[in-house]
Structure formats: structure tokens, C-alpha cells
């Protein structure tokens, strides 16, 4: 029997055409408030997978429009009530369900301050969409599944989309449009070869760089809601400072590499630590010694990136129903976490 958390993987090219097509209007608009407002810096505001996709969203902003993006606790204004100085900035809040009091109180916040405030969410009306001059319904549709899919996607579909038209780029504005195609290609690409691969560990690294690290952290994630396995997110910079003391043999590194700037970076990482005799799998024909994992080519590095989790997706869904565990309902968590 089908899972919901993979029916919903298979909607994503639905729901993204859906968006683009459905909410032009509404992304033009954003985009033109952000290019009147030609912020200095941008903050993002978001917990869980929707902070990850407000990660992937800080690489696209820093690279494309050159401007620096930092990610705001939500609890500077839930809990300890701090007044940021938010005049000159722009704010992006992402909430699927629209509705965790601590998100929805930094974004007012932020409004507040007057930073130009966009809100990314699946449920409009709704708390974060009341709080934001710029309220955007990702239209992701319903979303059974606890384990976030499509909504994250189409969270980072839609922040694409405003950047492409704030900024203007053309090379964005075409990649974006094309997304729903080359979903449609990711959805079908299968990373069975992992699982022969993680065996009976308890643990695993997954690595990434610049857009392909919030991949990561989305992916480390999912390994603990659905498979109650531990995975941690690093750079495959950064695990070079510490971290790759625990890597040996036998253990599984999951690399993600994009085709942009950082790929050899993140391949000569993934081609190391197979020298230790780790298990690693890497999303590159580059590599020498890590095994190849099959991935997408967008024709633009920032699509590129994101196109990697809709493999990743329908891999951790299986992997999950193959220990046993339903990735629909993981244990201990629900669908819209509140909290303050």
C-alpha cells in the first residue's frame, strides 16, 4: 500500500507547475517590493524543514542578488522580546502550517520594524500570513504526511521565484520555470544501492556545500523523523574540522554535490573519506573512489541543487518502511509543532 509521504513525493512536479502558474501575480509583486526596498540584508525566519529551506533560500539570495541573509531565532521575540533593527532589511518567514506562535511573533516583529515581510506558507488565511506585507500561499496542497515533502520544495520554489524577479536574472527566472520538468525526472531516479550499503548502522554523516548543504540538513533530518536513525548535516569543509575523526571504515557518508563551483570540493571530501574506508555515495560522475549516485542535471547550479531531494525523498521513504516504521506517522512527532 502506498504511503502518504510517498504520494506526496510523487506530487511535487504537480505542485510546483501549480505554483508557478497559479500565483504569478502575487510572486511579481514580492519581487517588486523587494527591488523597491533594495534591502542591505535579509533575515529569515523558520524551525525545522522550512528552516532548511530558509537555508537553501540564503545561498540563492548571498549568490544571486549579493546581499547577506541571517537566520533570526524566533525566540528573540517570543520569549526575550527583543526590538531588532529591521528598517532597511527584508524578512522571509516560512511556516507550512502558518501558525507556531514563536515564528508568527518574530515576523511581526520584523513587519513591525519595517522590514518588507514575506511569508511562505501552505495555509492561507493564516496567523504568519496576517503578520507579513507580503503573504504567499506555496500551494502545495494537503500535506498528510508529518515528514515534510512538497511543501518544502515548494517553499523554495516560491522564495526562487520572487528572487527571480526582484533581481531580474534571466538564467534564474528560465531554470525556475523549468522546475516542474526536471522534478519529474528526480522523482523517478532511484538510490536503492545506499541502502545495501547502511547495513546495520546507527548513524551517518550526509555532506553538502553553498545550496547542497541545506539539502543536507533536510536529508539528516528526515533520516531522524522517518528512520529514527542519526544522521548529522556538515559542510564537506567543515567536516574536515573535527567531525571526520568519527569517519571509518564501514561508515556511511551520503555527499551531495551540485553541479556549481563546489562540487570538486565536495567530491575530493567524498573521495577521502572512502580512502578511510567509509561507505560513501556521492551525487557526482567526478568521483573516483566514492560510489556514483544518479542525480539531475538542471543546467543551473542553484536548481541543480534542489533537485536532489526528490531521490533522497523517495530513498528515505523506503528505507524507512524497510526497518519497519511508518514514515507517515513518525513516533513522537506530529504534523504542525507549535511552540514559543
Given at each position: ?33 523587494l527591488r523597491a526596498k533594495d534591502p542591505a540584508f535579509l533575515v529569515t525566519i523558520a524551525r525545522g524543514s522550512s528552516d532548511h529551506a ?287
Amino acid at each position: 500500500m502506498q504511503t502518504n509521504m510517498r504520494r506526496e513525493i510523487d506530487e511535487t512536479p504537480e505542485a510546483a507547475a501549480r505554483l508557478l502558474d497559479s500565483s504569478v501575480d502575487a510572486l511579481k509583486a514580492a519581487g517588486a517590493a523587494l527591488r523597491a526596498k533594495d534591502p542591505a540584508f535579509l533575515v529569515t525566519i523558520a524551525r525545522g524543514s522550512s528552516d532548511h529551506a530558509a537555508l537553501f533560500l540564503k545561498y540563492a539570495i548571498e549568490l544571486t542578488a549579493g546581499r547577506p541573509v541571517a537566520s533570526l531565532g524566533p525566540s528573540l521575540a517570543s520569549i526575550y522580546g527583543a526590538n531588532l533593527k529591521l528598517g532597511g532589511a527584508a524578512a522571509i518567514a516560512i511556516s507550512q502550517s502558518g501558525k507556531s506562535p514563536d515564528i508568527v511573533a518574530m515576523a511581526q516583529s520584523a513587519t513591525r520594524a519595517g522590514a518588507v515581510s514575506i511569508a511562505l506558507t501552505n495555509t492561507v488565511p493564516s496567523p504568519i500570513a496576517e503578520a507579513c506585507t507580503h503573504p504567499l500561499d506555496i500551494l502545495a496542497g494537503p500535506e498528510l504526511a508529518v515528514a515534510a515533502t512538497k511543501s518544502y520544495v515548494n517553499s523554495i520554489v516560491a522564495g526562487l521565484a520572487v528572487l527571480g524577479e526582484w533581481t531580474g536574472d534571466a538564467a534564474l527566472k528560465r531554470a525556475v520555470a523549468d522546475l516542474p520538468n526536471q522534478f519529474a525526472k528526480a522523482v523517478k531516479l532511484d538510490w536503492q544501492d545506499f541502502a545495501a550499503d547502511l547495513g546495520e548502522a546507527e548513524s551517518l554523516y550526509v555532506l553538502g556545500r553553498g545550496p547542497a548543504l541545506a539539502i543536507a540538513s533536510e536529508a539528516a533530518l528526515k533520516f531522524k523523523e522517518t528512520s529514527g536513525m542519526h544522521a548529522e548535516a556538515y559542510s564537506s569543509a567543515e567536516v574536515l574540522h573535527g567531525p571526520v575523526a568519527l569517519v571509518g571504515a564501514k561508515f556511511p557518508v551520503l555527499a551531495l554535490a551540485a553541479r556549481d563551483a563546489a562540487e570538486a570540493s565536495v567530491v575530493e571530501s567524498a573521495d577521502g573519506m572512502s580512502t578511510k574506508g567509509a561507505v560513501v555515495h556521492v551525487t557526482s560522475a567526478r568521483a573516483q573512489k566514492a560510489k556514483r549516485l544518479p542525480f539531475v542535471e538542471t543546467g543551473h547550479p542553484i536548481t541543480d541543487a534542489l533537485t536532489l531531494i526528490l531521490p533522497f525523498y523517495g530513498f528515505v521513504e523506503s528505507w524507512s518502511r524497510s526497518r519497519g516504521l511508518d514514515p507517515d506517522a513518525p513516533a513522537s512527532l506530529k504534523k504542525v509543532t507549535e511552540t514559543r
